[in-house]
C-alpha cells in the first residue's frame, strides 16, 4: 500500500511563493520507479491536471496554467516530490493532491494515477 502525504499548503498573498512537498511510504514498487504528479482541484470545479515529473526527474510536463511559475522536482533519495509555486495568482487558489502514476510513460491524465495524497490547501488572496 502506498501513502502520499502532501504538506506546504498555506494562504499567500498574490505574487508570493510556496513550496508543496509531498511524501511517499510504499512497499512494493519504489519511490524512484514511479512518475509523479501534481492535480489541484478549486471550489465547483474538476480537479485538474498540474505537473508532471518522470521517474528519473529528467522529463516534466505542466498545466499551460502554471507554464513559467511552477516547478516540479524530486528527491528519490528521500522519497518526496516537490511542487515550488512562484507568482501566484488568485486563480490558482485550490487544493493540491499529488499522484503516483502507474502507467509506462509520463502522462497527464488523472485516470492514469492509481495512489493520492489527502491533499494541501492553497489559498492565494487579491
Known amino acids: 500500500q502506498v501513502q502520499l502525504v502532501e504538506s506546504g499548503g498555506g494562504l499567500v498573498q498574490a505574487g508570493g511563493s510556496l513550496r508543496l512537498s509531498c511524501t511517499a511510504s510504499?512497499?512494493?514498487?519504489?519511490?524512484?520507479?514511479?512518475?509523479m504528479g501534481w492535480f489541484r482541484q478549486a471550489p465547483g470545479k474538476e480537479r485538474e491536471f498540474v505537473a508532471a515529473?518522470?521517474?528519473?526527474?529528467?522529463?516534466?510536463r505542466y498545466a499551460d496554467s502554471v507554464k513559467d511559475r511552477f516547478t516540479i522536482s524530486r528527491d528519490n533519495a528521500k522519497n518526496t516530490v516537490f511542487l515550488q509555486m512562484n507568482s501566484l495568482k488568485p486563480e490558482d487558489t485550490a487544493v493540491y493532491y499529488c499522484?503516483?502514476?502507474?502507467?509506462?510513460?509520463?502522462?497527464?491524465?488523472?485516470?492514469?494515477?492509481?495512489?493520492w495524497g489527502q491533499g494541501t490547501q492553497v489559498t492565494v488572496s487579491s
Open positions: 515529473i518522470s521517474a528519473s526527474g529528467s522529463t516534466t
Open positions: 510504499a512497499s512494493g514498487r519504489t519511490f524512484s520507479n514511479s512518475h
Open positions: 499522484a503516483r502514476s502507474q502507467s509506462v510513460g509520463l502522462t497527464t491524465t488523472q485516470g492514469h494515477y492509481n495512489y
